[in-house]
């Protein structure tokens, strides 16, 4: 089975094609958006909030383009060119220390080397909490099942139906709570999962999808490895090389003592990117909607809504 797309194609030169319909090179916009984005940054920061002392009179706010070259331990003219949009190579090295000389936070810093082309070599790492906001729709969610899943297919949270259908999450160690370990090694979840060939097919294409804004952290690795090796099903999926972006869908699920389940799942996404996303399973016709009624609402032993966290 194949899950790639192929992209349309056209007869086009890039160069001709810009000349034609007078639209600006992707690259070249990229360009200029990075030099407009680091003059902002630049006039925003006074000299003292660097250790720089008040010298002559500034007829600009913020710092100089020298102060910033000297702070970042660039040379002038390479940092002045950065800022006028010039094709030059930018090397990670460089693009971390003006992210430092001019104080980025976590957006910005990723937003910086978006803009440079080039993948950032200390990424922020995905926080993996549930916030009681999320935690509170989850329980309001019931009777539906519902999950906090990020990229990389960890099960974050979720509530006591979906508990019902696949198992108590909480019972397994952190790192075997994960969707795609549990389709492609002995667990309830590949029991009642039905379709689960196509179902663990999908999965692997979207897991290389976001492998590649990935490849470098360690989790994604950690996880690709242990996966290849407890289960030739998933390496023989992993060598086709099939891509699919994260979306919304139909999935069954039959469930012992209650019965075939079937639902289409939304993805609510919680933040930028291709981050944690709330999925929630909504029954597809009247039978799965009276027998979702036969899950379980909350917890047996405490009460609470089922979650579990990584």
Known sequence: MSLTTAAPTGTATGGTAAANTGKV????????ELAAFLRSRRERIAPEQVGLPMTGRRRTPGLRREEVAQLAAVGVTWYTWLEQGRAIQVSVQVLDAVARALLLDPSERAHLFALAGAEDPTPVVECPTVTPGVRTALDQLAPYPAAVINSRYDVLAHNAPYAGIVGDLGALPHEDRNLMWLAFTPSRFRDVLVDHEYERDVMVARFRSGMGEHASEPAWRTLLCRLRKASPDFDAAWQRHDVLRPGNGLKRFLVPEV?????????????????????VY?????????????????TAATGAAAVGTL
């Open 25 to 32: 090179p992707a690259a070249d916009a990229r360009r200029h």
């Open 259 to 279: 019965g075939l389940l079937s639902y289409e799942y939304t993805s609510l996404w919680l933040g930028p990117g291709q981050g944690p996303r709330m999925v």
């Open 282 to 298: 909504t029954p597809r016709d009247e039978e799965t909607r009276a027998l979702t009624a036969r899950l379980p609402t909350r």
